[in-house]
Every structure is written in C-alpha cells, then in structure tokens.
C-alpha cells in the first residue's frame, strides 16, 4: 500500500490544523492506521492511531484531548484533526499502515507499522 499525506502548513499557538493520508489499495478497512510525528533531533514518536473497522483509536498523552483521529474506509484515508496547537506540536508528521487480521487492532508502537507516508511538515508559531 502506499500512503500519501497532506495538509501540513504554519499555524499560530492556538490555531488548528487538519491533516489527510490517501491509501492505495483496495481493502483499506484490513489496515490499521496511525500517525507519528519526527521533530528535528528526536526520535520518531506515536501520536494517534486507529483499528481498521474504525471503532479503536489510541492518542499519546501529550495529544489527547486535542488530536482526533479518523477514517473514511470508502475514501481510503485516513484523518488526524489538531486542535489548540502549541509549539511543541511543531514536527514531521507522518502516516503509517499494517496489515491486520483483526479490524479491532490499534497499533500505538512505531515498529509495528510496514508502510509509511512519506511526511508532512507542521509548523506551530508561539
């Protein structure tokens, strides 16, 4: 599968933004998704996911209550709304997929995931 994200851009403290990931293929719902983001000198961190049926999803605490994830199975794609932005959130963010056998499957660890997005920089301005 391939992933393609968009959406990224610059934001004030405060603002929101809303970022998509298209997905090739043809049974996206057998996927469990989940989104990740890089800052310059870390390492790659969880930030949300999502079963392949739609009804689990998982946030990083530093996320929670503020980054919503979803999906739309007859869109192959997969949502992450961002909501009171603060600088900290600024990084790469990327999607990510894995095959799974049970559509209930929420993936929190980077190292479950074979594919991945190939990123899209956001920009929170203090």
């Known amino acids: 599968v391939q992933l393609q994200a968009s959406g990224g851009g610059l934001v004030q403290a405060g603002g929101s933004l809303g970022l998509s990931c298209a997905a090739s293929?043809?049974?996206?719902?057998?996927?469990?998704m989940g989104w990740f983001r890089q800052a310059p000198g870390n390492e790659r961190e969880f930030v949300a996911a999502i079963s392949g049926s739609g009804s689990g999803t998982a946030y990083a605490d530093s996320v929670k209550g503020r980054f919503t994830i979803a999906r739309d199975n007859a869109k192959n794609t997969v949502y992450l709304q961002m909501n009171s932005l603060k600088p900290e959130d600024t990084a790469v963010y990327y999607c990510a997929a894995r095959r799974v056998y049970a559509d209930s499957t929420v993936l929190r660890d980077l190292s479950g995931y074979n594919y991945w997005g190939q990123g899209t920089q956001v920009t929170v301005s203090s």
């Open positions: 293929g043809r049974i996206f719902s057998a996927y469990a």
